[in-house]
Nanobody
Framework: QVQLVESGGGLVQAGGSLRLSCAASVRTFSTHTMGWFRQAPGKEREFVAAINWSGYYADSVKGRFTISRDNAKNTVYLQMNSLKPEDTAVYYC??????????????????WGQGTQVTVSS
C-alpha cells in the first residue's frame, strides 16, 4: 500500500510561483512512476506531469512546470512558474504500481493523495 501526502498549495497572483511536494510512505518509492494531476471545478481530472527516470508534461504546462523527485526522501515535487488563473485547481499526487512505464492516464494510477488547492488570482 502506498500513502501519499501533498503539501505546498495556496493562493498566488498570476505570474507567480509555487512548489508542491508529495511525500510517499513506501519503501519501493524509486520504482514507482509518480504523477501530478489536477481537477478544476466542474471539470475532469487531467494529467499535468509524470516522472520515472525523466519527466514529461501536458502541453498546457510545458515550459512552466517542472517535476522532480528525491528518492532518498521519498518525495516528488512540482515546481510551478508563470502561473495563470487557468491553473487554478486541486492538485493530486498519484503513484503507479512498481516497475511499469509512465502514463498520462489517471486510471493507470491506483494510489492517490488527498489533494492540495492551488488558486491563481488575476
Amino acid at each position: 500500500q502506498v500513502q501519499l501526502v501533498e503539501s505546498g498549495g495556496g493562493l498566488v497572483q498570476a505570474g507567480g510561483s509555487l512548489r508542491l511536494s508529495c511525500a510517499a510512505s513506501v519503501r519501493t518509492f524509486s520504482t514507482h512512476t509518480m504523477g501530478w494531476f489536477r481537477q478544476a471545478p466542474g471539470k475532469e481530472r487531467e494529467f499535468v506531469a509524470a516522472i520515472n527516470w525523466s519527466g514529461y508534461y501536458a502541453d498546457s504546462v510545458k515550459g512552466r512546470f517542472t517535476i522532480s523527485r528525491d528518492n532518498a526522501k521519498n518525495t516528488v515535487y512540482l515546481q510551478m512558474n508563470s502561473l495563470k488563473p487557468e491553473d487554478t485547481a486541486v492538485y493530486y499526487c498519484a503513484a503507479r504500481v512498481p516497475l511499469v512505464p509512465g502514463s498520462s492516464k489517471k486510471d493507470d494510477y491506483p494510489y492517490w493523495g488527498q489533494g492540495t488547492q492551488v488558486t491563481v488570482s488575476s
